[in-house]
Nanobody
């Protein structure tokens, strides 16, 4: 079992940057693939970025490639999402999620077993 707590969300203007953090409890964090999942108003959850348990493999949704960077620090049980050049369409509730089985289907929300409560990111034009 792992608990995930997100932080770092906020309200900002287009073009700005934010860094989201997800702190995980539990000794198995370093063995889990991790993801950031965004849910915009009225839309389904979508994997925005994901990272393998060692950090060697990453996945990004097309809409964020070149602007967002996911990283992890297994010694600190933390995963990050650096968000640059933010756009109004990035507005969403961002969840941290953990995949305890290490599936390679990073893009699928159904692969993730544990979820945080989410942190809101709102980008104004």
């Amino acid at each position: 079992q792992v608990q995930l707590v997100e932080s770092g969300g906020g309200l900002l203007q287009a073009g700005g940057s934010l860094r989201l953090s997800c702190a995980a409890s539990g000794r198995s964090f370093s063995t889990y693939a991790m993801a950031w999942v965004g849910q915009a108003p009225g839309k389904e959850r979508e994997v925005v970025a994901a990272i393998s348990w060692r950090g060697g493999n990453t996945y990004y949704a097309d809409a964020v490639k070149g602007r967002f960077t996911i990283s992890r620090d297994n010694a600190k049980n933390t995963v990050y999402l650096q968000m640059n050049s933010l756009k109004p369409e990035d507005t969403a509730l961002y969840y941290c999620a953990a995949d305890k089985y290490g599936s390679s289907r990073y893009w699928s929300t159904s692969e993730y077993d544990y979820w945080g409560q989410g942190t809101q990111v709102t980008v104004s034009s």
